[in-house]
Nanobody
Framework: QVQLLESGGGLVQAGGSLRLSCRLS????????MGWFRQAPGKEREFVAS????????DYTKSVKGRFTISRDNAKSTVYLQMNSLQPEDTAVYYC????????????????????WGQGTQVTVSS
């Protein structure tokens, strides 16, 4: 059974930082591209960041570039999202997602491209 378990969400003031973690089990982590998405109340789920299976390729949505960093530790089967300079508009439920890919296979920004999802973790940024 494939499971993605997120942690690290919480309440933070504007300008603060949080680090989200997501551990994958039931699947070979090093064979998966990983992504982070978020969904704010009343809005559609949106892409935040992705990382290739090796970690060499990272992609971000424009609004978080320079503030968020995605990384992975294949030995721990865990992907991270370091979020700095948080703003109220970053408030959302954050989801991690996984997709088994071949070496060199790219992963896009669409949620339908991912096969497995975590339950989500709430991030609330107060002004």
């Amino acid at each position: 059974q494939v499971q993605l378990l997120e942690s690290g969400g919480g309440l933070v003031q504007a300008g603060g930082s949080l680090r989200l973690s997501c551990r994958l089990s039931g699947l070979t982590f090093s064979s998966c591209a990983m992504g982070w998405f978020r969904q704010a109340p009343g809005k559609e789920r949106e892409f935040v960041a992705s990382i290739s299976r090796s970690g060499a390729i990272r992609d971000y949505t424009k609004s978080v570039k320079g503030r968020f960093t995605i990384s992975r530790d294949n030995a721990k089967s865990t992907v991270y999202l370091q979020m700095n300079s948080l703003q109220p508009e970053d408030t959302a439920v954050y989801y991690c997602a996984a997709k088994p890919v071949l070496i060199g296979q790219s992963i896009g920004k669409n949620s339908y491209e991912y096969d497995y999802w975590g339950q989500g973790t709430q991030v609330t940024v107060s002004s």
